[in-house]
């Protein structure tokens, strides 16, 4: 070899910054099985290890970073930066468009499928300012239309495969950005979305797995594996999808877990869960819901197309093979059996059995689910299966898991005075009483006025410790509302939608939640009246009565599944 054929040594570099290849790297590469559209736009740290780069085609503006790994990549990689310590083998092809967003942007369809209620995502979409969008349309065209284009640029997300992210036997990525230590394993197409990953590293739960087809997304904190389809969507914090799951026009929120099932306009607020194949979930809000198998609603007459939709109420669940037809609103902590074809709105009636009978009326047993011992379970049970919390992550949704809140006291207080109006008249001729469509028998319903009595006792020995209620200061109490997994004063709410800006929005909810505590005694010195004041001593009484009533439950249910494993034994 003459002086003038041998290799110089490689220019060394006091910083990282990507550089044009030499001729000599450019021979090694070929030799590797690697090609390029033109090698003078392809750049590489100056510690990349060349023998960890094979059978890769690179497109034009490619750069790679020190400690990277590319094999295997025959249909090449396109106008993206390799970040530091990421690894992509096996992958058939690679490619950004030079101006692409990647997801953030993307109008869901939420609730209504015809995109009248559009949730615009971006990374940090929280379940309050989704629920905001969907549920006030007119707050996004006339508060925040003005600043959305501004506000969703600054949410873009780079072009680029992280640092130390891995892509392994997948097929094609086109616009997908990859977040810092993201796996993604396996996955059939993915197309205009990004896949981000907030948790502390060695904490990651961020995956996307075998034969995943999604378009227009953002994966969030999220997993979504085995065969999973997406179109239109947001998979948030601790969100699991998987086993075949398809969605479209969705958003999922914290600890969501989906599974086999569909689901279309959906907004699945935090804890929502659904893992049987036949269950759809379309056109409704949920939060902390259990949806049985065979799960369906129905959100289109066939008349102006799928318009209608619904909402069910915190900690809602469905049984095998139970039907809603939308519009319909279920209240909170409502077990819902059989077909309802008559838009109930059972809000008025929280922790009810509802029973849709042979027309599809729906029968309403109020209370009921206050004597079950699996309700305060579920309570307790939440905070321990928060997946975000196990990762470090910054949290974008607000939760307040109790089960006992103002916003389901305020709707039992409410629900007892309309149950005494309801029993000073008669029964029909069918003996049943008939309210906003739904029917209840007087025997239920002089039930229900006991076990909300009890259960509005037990809220107050949890919120009370000494059983003293706070003064009141002689303004009247607010309302409360749910806004997607967040209890919260009705001014609260107001204030939100008079919001310009979403970070102004997201601000107040911040301080609603900082402040709930605070707010929840001022609320109940407020709403309490003489009546309950006049028996504050009983409440440790009430309290206790209560908890014998689902000490009852409990030992009931044990003896009939003691009854059935003797049945059942060998």
Same mark, same amino acid.
């Given at each position: 070899?003459?002086?003038?054929?041998?290799? !110089?040594?490689?220019?060394?570099?006091?910083?990282?910054?990507?550089?044009?290849?030499?001729?000599?790297?450019?021979?090694?590469?070929?030799?590797?099985?690697?090609?390029?559209?033109?090698?003078?736009?392809? $750049?590489?740290?100056?510690?990349?290890?060349?023998?960890?780069? &094979?059978?890769?085609?690179?497109?034009?503006?490619?750069?790679?970073?020190?400690?990277?790994?590319?094999?295997?990549?025959?249909?090449?990689?396109?106008?993206?930066?390799?970040?530091?310590?990421? $690894?992509?083998?096996?992958?058939?092809?690679?490619?950004?468009?030079?101006?692409?967003?990647?997801?953030?942007?993307?109008?869901?369809?939420? =609730?209504?499928?015809?995109?009248?209620?559009?949730?615009?995502?971006?990374?940090?979409?929280?379940?309050?300012?989704?629920?905001?969008?969907?549920?006030?349309?007119?707050?996004?065209?006339?508060?925040?239309?003005?600043?959305?284009?501004?506000?969703?640029?600054?949410?873009?997300?780079?072009?680029?495969?992280?640092?130390?992210?891995?892509?392994?036997?997948?097929?094609?990525?086109?616009?997908?950005?990859?977040?810092?230590?993201?796996?993604?394993?396996?996955?059939?197409?993915? $197309?205009?979305?990004?896949?981000?990953?907030?948790?502390?590293?060695?904490?990651?739960?961020?995956?996307?797995?075998?034969?995943?087809?999604?378009?227009?997304?953002?994966?969030?904190?999220? #997993?979504?594996?085995?065969?999973?389809?997406?179109?239109?969507?947001?998979?948030?914090?601790?969100?699991?999808?998987?086993?075949?799951?398809?969605?479209?026009?969705?958003?999922?929120?914290?600890?969501?877990?989906?599974?086999?099932?569909?689901?279309?306009?959906?907004?699945?607020?935090?804890?929502?869960?659904?893992?049987?194949?036949?269950?759809?979930?379309?056109?409704?809000?949920?939060?902390?819901? &259990?949806?049985?198998?065979?799960? &369906?609603?129905?959100?289109?007459?066939?008349?102006?197309? @799928?318009?209608?939709?619904?909402?069910?109420?915190?900690?809602?669940?469905?049984?095998?093979?139970? /039907?809603?037809?939308?519009?319909?609103?279920?209240?909170?902590?409502?077990?819902?059996?059989?077909?309802?074809?008559?838009?109930?709105?059972?809000?008025?009636?929280?922790?009810?059995?509802?029973?849709?009978?042979?027309?599809?009326?729906?029968?309403?047993?109020?209370?009921?689910?206050?004597?079950?011992?699996?309700?305060?379970? +579920?309570?307790?049970?939440?905070?321990?299966?928060?997946?975000?919390?196990?990762?470090?992550? !910054? =949290?974008?949704?607000?939760?307040?898991?109790?089960?006992?809140?103002?916003?389901?006291?305020?709707?039992?207080?409410?629900?007892? +005075?309309?149950?005494?109006?309801?029993?000073?008249? @008669?029964?029909?001729?069918? =003996?049943?009483?008939?309210? #906003?469509?739904?029917?209840?028998?007087?025997?239920? *319903?002089?039930?229900?006025?006991?076990?909300?009595?009890?259960?509005?006792?037990?809220? =107050?020995?949890?919120?009370?410790?000494?059983?003293?209620?706070? %003064?009141?200061?002689?303004?009247?109490?607010?309302?409360?509302?749910?806004?997607?997994?967040?209890?919260? @004063?009705?001014? /609260?709410?107001? #204030?939100?939608?008079?919001?310009?800006?979403?970070?102004?929005?997201?601000?107040?909810?911040?301080?609603?939640?900082?402040?709930?505590?605070?707010?929840?005694?001022?609320?109940?010195? $407020?709403?309490?009246?003489?009546?309950?004041?006049? %028996?504050?001593?009983?409440?440790?009484?009430?309290?206790?009565?209560?908890?014998?009533?689902?000490?009852?439950?409990?030992?009931? /249910? *044990?003896?009939?599944?003691?009854?059935?494993?003797?049945?059942?034994?060998?």
């Amino acid at each position: 070899m003459t002086p003038s054929q041998t290799p !110089p040594q490689t220019p060394t570099s006091d910083n990282n910054i990507p550089r044009l290849l030499l001729w000599w790297e450019i021979r090694q590469l070929k030799k590797q099985g690697c090609s390029a559209d033109n090698w003078q736009t392809v $750049r590489f740290s100056p510690g990349v290890d060349l023998n960890c780069i &094979n059978n890769v085609h690179f497109g034009d503006d490619v750069s790679v970073e020190e400690g990277a790994i590319l094999r295997n990549i025959p249909g090449g990689i396109y106008n993206c930066t390799v970040r530091k310590n990421a $690894r992509v083998e096996n992958v058939g092809r690679i490619r950004f468009g030079r101006e692409e967003a990647c997801g953030v942007g993307v109008a869901v369809a939420a =609730l209504d499928e015809t995109g009248a209620r559009p949730v615009y995502i971006y990374p940090g979409l929280s379940s309050q300012i989704a629920t905001l969008m969907a549920r006030v349309p007119k707050w996004v065209e006339n508060n925040l239309k003005p600043g959305l284009a501004e506000f969703l640029d600054s949410k873009a997300v780079p072009l680029e495969i992280g640092e130390g992210a891995v892509i392994i036997d997948c097929g094609l990525l086109s616009n997908v950005s990859v977040g810092p230590r993201v796996r993604i394993e396996g996955a059939s197409a993915l $197309r205009n979305g990004a896949i981000l990953n907030n948790a502390v590293a060695g904490r990651e739960f961020t995956f996307v797995g075998g034969g995943v087809d999604a378009e227009n997304f953002i994966i969030e904190d999220g #997993k979504v594996d085995a065969g999973v389809i997406l179109r239109n969507c947001y998979v948030g914090q601790g969100v699991s999808l998987e086993k075949g799951f398809t969605a479209h026009d969705s958003l999922f929120f914290a600890n969501c877990s989906f599974e086999n099932g569909e689901a279309c306009a959906l907004l699945a607020g935090p804890y929502t869960v659904s893992m049987h194949k036949a269950t759809l979930l379309i056109g409704c809000q949920t939060s902390f819901m &259990n949806a049985g198998s065979a799960t &369906n609603q129905s959100n289109h007459m066939y008349k102006l197309g @799928p318009v209608h939709w619904g909402v069910l109420e915190r900690g809602v669940k469905t049984s095998s093979g139970a /039907y809603i037809m939308f519009g319909a609103k279920i209240g909170a902590f409502t077990m819902v059996m059989g077909s309802h074809k008559t838009h109930p709105d059972s809000s008025s009636f929280p922790f009810s059995y509802l029973f849709g009978d042979e027309r599809g009326a729906t029968v309403v047993v109020p209370g009921a689910m206050l004597r079950s011992c699996g309700l305060m379970r +579920d309570e307790k049970k939440w905070p321990t299966r928060d997946r975000r919390l196990k990762r470090k992550l !910054p =949290l974008n949704d607000r939760i307040i898991f109790n089960v006992l809140n103002p916003f389901t006291v305020d709707a039992m207080l409410k629900a007892i +005075d309309t149950i005494t109006s309801l029993l000073a008249h @008669p029964a029909d001729d069918d =003996l049943y009483v008939r309210h #906003k469509g739904m029917k209840f028998t007087r025997a239920a *319903l002089e039930r229900a006025k006991t076990l909300y009595t009890a259960a509005i006792f037990k809220y =107050l020995s949890l919120t009370l410790p000494n059983h003293k209620f706070p %003064r009141s200061d002689g303004e009247e109490a607010e309302s409360w509302v749910d806004v997607g997994g967040q209890i919260m @004063p009705r001014p /609260y709410l107001d #204030k939100a939608l008079a919001s310009e800006e979403i970070p102004e929005a997201e601000k107040v909810f911040t301080e609603a939640f900082d402040r709930y505590a605070e707010l929840e005694l001022r609320w109940i010195g $407020r709403r309490f009246g003489a009546w309950w004041h006049e %028996r504050e001593e009983r409440i440790p009484i009430g309290a206790a009565q209560f908890d014998a009533m689902v000490e009852d439950d409990r030992e009931e /249910y *044990l003896e009939m599944l003691s009854r059935e494993t003797q049945m059942l034994a060998l």
